[in-house]
């Protein structure tokens, strides 16, 4: 089996001899594949197929020139700079970026130079039209532009003729290009003569050599001037030439001196790269065939762009490299083995196996039929180099020296993952379940195990095995006898894809919703906010660098398994993930369907294995590239409603005139590598607060924000896990509504309160006037009850006294009749009655004893002429300091009226020696109380008395007072009569 494979290396180590397939060289990256390529055309948003001209500006973006467009690029999308006209400068030629950011574009009538949206034009300068062939700054800002035979030189928008035609004796054609060496010469191809000149020395150019050809000029990394003609390539070394060997005539366009001491050449017919000290052509390595190539331009992130006849191309360094399968037409592979020496065995899509290395795999020749039919996708590798492999037939293969030999085993449905330790492989997963080797049979046996599609195996050293299903999540068998289910609470879902413990004893479990890291006890899943690119885990590999990789439905991930720990054990929020893509290597960013098999205890590897949909890829983890830097942030529109004032005003604020306060942004990120995944965090301050989660869109809309100051800033990741926490912001102002201003508030309050103001004054002169209606009536009131006490006591009081005196006088004279006597003296007596009565009445109708002092006096006055010809002893009670508050008429006549309904029942039930009355006010209460030393009798029993105390009770419940009763037999009563007597509530 050895010989299989050492022959395998042999053909590949041949064709590595022939120059075939090496090991791609830094020196020679074109024609070793090192760099892959990228296009955009018309179907991509380009609106011109021909691109003139490519630089990177000092602003970040890509700027070039099409045959009629300015335009600028971000990655992912181009945004038209209009010209000042069509007119300005004709058909484009080229483009140039000076020191002061000013963009220039060169071409059939002139030149332009377009800086913060304002216009410099050629021709309204006084230059006259004239295709202009090239421009170059010097050190001190100057820049100098050639237009036919002459060279102008422009300085703060003043420009002025520097070298006419005379200048350069026997060219009869114009400048074809200038270039700036030492910060202060200017090297010019003229006609098809090279010459040289220093702006401000007082000496004409100066012919550098005798050599005529149509000069294409560059600087290299060392500053040195390189010419290259049709026969012949130079480099200037301090003031000697030196002579580039040439393979054959080549009439370019452009000239790139890269950092690596190499040249690219653009010609007509693609590139050419000088590297190792010779040559090589396009065919080796150039993707797209005959293509002109007109213009080159290197950004901060190391890709090449080429400016070309079709369209716009991007190289960028190849980091995933394919894995060539000799002698078949389908290189992809359906699982992979890899041994710890760097030999490979792959699976063939076509069916069969194939060995090798990184240089490429060799299909094993096995006069098997059967075999040739099989699609491994499932390889174990014996220590022995004995391999064992099984596809979606069921069959379990032995492959030795030029066999295969198909093993007994159970009827099992297609094999998944095989598991060993060394020897004969124990363990094999299937579409039906798990499979176990029986060494007394020699055969494999199903296992009683639930019926489900098992993934992935690991097997551990102490025979442990982790299983991985298809929906019934991860599975241990302990020693082939015990097994458990384990939850799926710090599960990724319950298809377990793939299983793998790392270097440091951490388990890692891939599946369709996340990552898992089972570390000392401790158990979490990593998701997509945790900055997984793709959740759909598919393979998991360990490099010797302390990175993991892994295989993702949307290509490969890289993580510092460092950032995984501090993210589990929450030190950390979010991870640093470096994705790689079509960018990358890949053919499309769909990765990693198959499986990767390796002896589980082996130490991490140096190189790792991809198998994709496109074919097996290998990178090489000591030699990735530096990380990308961190993307610029840009705002490229700011739409502001009539409300919003920007801080800082600029062309790229926008209108919204439907939406008075809100605020719309555009923004992006400068990453030309890989601008598809580069992710955006941003926050809002002020009077409303937001801050985002990791997102790809690129714009956000705030909607109806109150009246103040914000800051909006935005920061953005690249593909490589870099941030650039600076960002990008923008300060605005919201000015209220008019009824949200304060002078508003302020005249709504004055005019508020003034209303009030008004609205209380007119409320209280109308009380005021109704208070003095209300006195004037009753003034009126008490004026006439006055009258009417007056009239009564002066007209009927005095008859039913006179007639009170006629009674008597008549019962006098009537003496000698008993009879009438005895008639006459009751007349006599009912008057008096009736007189006492009408004096009751008549003061009660007068205003003058409307105060408690009058009632009190009142009380006791009658009190003392009731009992005084009775056998009732009366004592009253008057404080001394009883004020003459007033009272109400209805009032004081109803507490009057009770207190003598008490005083009746004195009189009548109690057959009380005494009686003592005391009047108090204490308050604001009025109280009266009237205690007798009678018989008293049962509270139980007033009901049946008498109607006397129910009407007590109403009389002072109708003044909003109330009566207090305290009797028993025996022991007499005390009444307590008591009223409010403030405010007018009494009325």
């Not at 421009?135 to 030189?153: I, K, M, N, P």
């Not at 190792?276 to 331009?297: I, K």
């Not at 302990?478 to 951490?506: I, Q």
């Amino acid at each position: 089996m050895r010989t299989l494979v050492k022959q395998g290396i042999y053909v590949a180590t041949a064709l590595v001899a022939c120059g075939a397939m090496a090991e791609p060289s830094l020196l020679a990256p074109v024609l070793a594949g090192s760099y892959t390529s990228t296009s955009w055309g018309l179907d991509d948003g380009l609106p011109d197929s021909q691109v003139c001209g490519v630089i990177q500006g000092q602003d970040g973006y890509l700027w070039l020139v099409t045959a009629r467009f300015l335009l600028r690029f971000d990655g992912r999308g181009f945004a038209n700079v209009a010209l000042p006209s069509q007119t300005a400068v004709g058909r484009n030629e080229g483009v140039f970026q000076d020191s002061r950011g000013g963009v220039w574009v060169f071409g059939y009538l002139g030149v332009v130079r377009h800086e913060k949206g304002v216009w410099w034009q050629s021709e309204k300068a006084g230059v006259p039209r004239g295709r202009v062939t090239s421009v170059a700054e010097t050190a001190d800002g100057t820049v100098y532009f050639s237009q036919e035979r002459r060279v102008f030189a422009w300085r703060d928008g003043v420009v002025e003729a520097v070298l006419e035609a005379e200048a350069f004796p026997a060219e009869s054609v114009g400048v074809r290009q200038m270039v700036v060496c030492d910060g202060g010469t200017l090297w010019m191809a003229v006609g098809y003569g090279l010459w040289r000149w220093v702006p401000g020395s007082g000496q004409p150019p100066e012919r550098l050599t005798d050599i005529r050809s149509e000069w294409v000029l560059g600087v290299d990394a060392e500053g040195a001037l390189v010419a290259h003609g049709s026969f012949v390539c130079l480099r200037r070394v301090g003031d000697q030439w030196e002579r580039l060997p040439m393979d054959g005539p080549v009439s370019a366009r452009c000239l790139l001196a890269m950092p690596d001491k190499t040249l690219w050449l653009g010609h007509d017919a693609g590139i050419d790269v000088f590297a190792d000290g010779t040559w090589h052509g396009h065919g080796s390595g150039f993707p797209y065939g005959v293509t002109p190539v007109l213009g080159f331009a290197r950004d901060r992130e190391d890709n090449v762009w080429l400016a070309t006849s079709g369209r716009l191309i991007r190289l960028s360094r190849r980091v995933l490299r394919p894995v060539p399968v000799r002698g078949v037409a389908d290189r992809r592979v359906s699982a992979v083995w890899v041994e710890s020496d760097g030999r490979v065995w792959a699976g063939l899509r076509e069916g069969g196996l194939a060995a090798g290395d990184w240089t490429g795999l060799e299909p094993l020749r096995i006069d098997d039929p059967d075999f040739a039919r099989v699609v491994p996708q499932a390889i174990y590798c014996q220590s022995d180099d004995t391999v064992w492999c099984g596809g979606a037939d069921g069959n379990v293969w032995r492959v030795g020296e030029s066999v295969a030999e198909r093993i007994d085993s159970a009827n099992s449905g297609g094999l998944r993952a095989m598991a060993g330790l060394g020897g004969v492989p124990l363990w094999v997963a299937t579409s039906r379940g798990l499979l176990a080797h029986d060494p007394d049979k020699g055969r494999f046996e199903e296992l009683a195990w639930p019926m489900d599609p098992v993934l992935s195996l690991w097997l551990e050293r102490d025979g442990v095995l982790w299983v991985g299903h298809e929906s019934l999540g991860l599975a241990v068998l302990y020693s082939g006898v015990r097994d458990d289910f384990l939850p799926d609470t710090a599960l990724p879902g319950r298809a377990v894809r793939t299983l793998y413990r790392d270097s440091e004893g951490v388990l890692w479990i891939g599946g369709q919703s996340g990552l898992a890291r089972w570390a000392n006890g401790g158990k979490f899943v990593f998701h997509r906010e945790h900055g997984l690119w793709n959740e759909s885990v598919r393979q998991i590999a360990e490099d010797a660098g302390g990175g993991l990789w892994v295989g993702s439905a949307d290509g490969l991930m890289r993580i510092e398994k460092r950032d995984l720990a501090a993210v589990a054990e929450g030190r950390a929020a979010r991870l640093a993930v470096r994705t790689f893509g079509t960018e990358a290597g890949l053919e499309r960013d769909r990765a990693c369907v198959g499986g990767v098999f390796f002896p589980v205890h082996d130490p991490p590897y140096d190189r790792l294995w991809f198998p994709t949909t496109e074919g097996l890829y290998t990178v090489e983890t000591r030699s990735l590239p530096p990380l990308r830097p961190a993307p610029e942030v840009r705002l490229t529109a700011v739409g502001v409603g009539r409300l919003v004032t920007p801080r800082v005003a600029g062309r790229m604020h926008t209108g919204l005139p439907d939406a008075p306060r809100d605020v719309s942004i555009d923004y992006t990120a400068l990453d030309f590598t890989a601008p598809e995944r580069v992710g955006f965090r941003y926050e809002l301050t002020g009077p409303v607060v937001q801050r985002s989660v990791w997102t790809e869109a690129r714009r956000i809309r705030f909607e109806r924000l109150p009246p103040g100051a914000y800051r909006f800033r935005v920061m953005a990741c690249n593909g490589d896990g870099v941030w650039n926490t600076e960002g990008a912001e923008v300060e605005w102002d919201i000015k209220p509504f008019f009824w949200e201003t304060a002078w508003f508030r302020l005249a709504c309050l004055c005019v508020g309160g003034g209303v009030l103001a008004g609205a209380v004054l007119s409320s209280e002169r109308r009380r005021v006037r109704l208070r003095l209606a209300a006195a004037a009536r009753r003034e009126e009131l008490s004026n006439e009850r006055a009258r009417i006490a007056r009239d009564l006591h002066d007209e009927i009081g005095a008859k039913l006294t006179k007639l009170a005196l006629l009674g008597d006088m008549a019962a006098e004279d009537a003496k000698d009749n008993p009879v009438l006597r005895r008639e006459v003296e009751e007349m006599a007596g009912a008057a008096r009655l009736t007189h006492r009565a009408f004096d009751e009445i008549v003061w009660s109708v007068s205003p003058r004893n409307d105060t408690v002092r009058r009632l009190s006096h009142y009380i006791c006055k009658y009190a003392e002429d009731f009992f005084a010809k009775t056998e009732v002893k009366c004592l009253c009670y008057l404080p001394n300091d009883l004020p003459d508050r007033p009272l109400h008429p209805r009032c004081r006549h109803q507490m009057f009226l009770a207190v003598k309904e008490g005083l009746n029942n004195v009189l009548k039930h109690a057959n009380a020696p005494q009686v003592t009355i005391t009047i108090m006010l204490s308050g604001g209460r009025l109280r009266v109380e009237v205690k007798d030393e009678g018989r008293g009798f049962d509270l139980a029993e007033a009901g049946e008395v008498g109607e006397g105390i129910r009407n007590m009770h109403e009389r002072m419940k109708a003044v909003g007072g109330l009566l207090l009763m305290q009797s028993a037999r025996g022991t007499g009563t005390h009444l307590v009569f008591e009223m409010p007597v403030d405010k007018e509530v009494q009325a």
